[in-house]
């Protein structure tokens, strides 16, 4: 059985309330997706998609910039310390840190990333299908140093952030020719959801079973949006707030179709 939500990172309020009043019901954090969860990734690929320099940071412990699109934490590492594990999620792809750093939490998302392989090849960041195969990596480097009955239990008590989906439409479909010129946006839409529930059947058969995917923000009102809408100043686009709406309709569709499958 799995256990699937979309929700907005907002909401974990919420979740987190409850979680600190008892113990971990989870067993680690494992997060997938863009600059909403990419804990430092960025920093050890080839991108110029990278913050490891200030001010970022400033509000980390430490004051000291990680790699987080952020000035301090990013919502895994709040929602790993709600639920009682560690207040810091690590990057997976950080040298100096091993599998041992990786039980109770880990991230494999990339700033920039998204569902369509195409967004991802802008920046020259870490696609998804690649965030998949270091999932693996983990996997088996995880049986093999705490056996493969502890590790088995790890990763299916796990609890799965998904956040991705942003980067498809901001920087991809709105900004670029190639997409606009195959796809209509409603059938955009269709082909990312195509490509959602390919990654969570995938993850799915790898073990992952609580998951959280992330619905879109209002895409019109994101600051490079607002900035240049010419139509209307440094206000909200509202037809691209209506494509996020349109999306995480479907996304929520995918989720109650995933679920029914898996009960």
Known sequence: MANMITIPWIFFLQILALASKSEAKVSAIIAFGDSYVDSGNNNYIPTIVKCNFEPYGRDFPGGVPTGRFCDGRLPPDFISEGFGLKPIIPAYLDPALDISEFATGVC?????????NATAD??????????VEYYKEYQNKLRASLGDNKANGIISDALYLI????NDFIL??????TRKSQFTVQQYEDFLIGIAENFVRQIYSLG????????????GCLPVQRAMNVDD??????????????FNGKLKS???????SWF
Not at 108 to 116: L, N, R, V
Not at 122 to 131: A, D, Q, R, S, T
Not at 254 to 260: D, E, G, H
């Open 172 to 177: 991809n479909y709105y900004a670029l020719p």
């Open 108 to 116: 494999f998302g990339s700033a920039s990333t998204g569902y369509d």
């Open 208 to 219: 992952a079973r609580k998951m959280s995917l992330t619905a879109l923000p209002p895409l």
């Open 233 to 246: 100043p440094l206000n909200c686009v509202e037809e691209r707030n209506r494509d996020a709406l349109e």
């Open 163 to 166: 956040n991705i989906g942003t």
């Open 254 to 260: 995918l989720v109650a179709k995933l679920r029914s």
């Open 122 to 131: 802008i920046f020259k960041v870490i696609p998804l299908w690649k965030e």
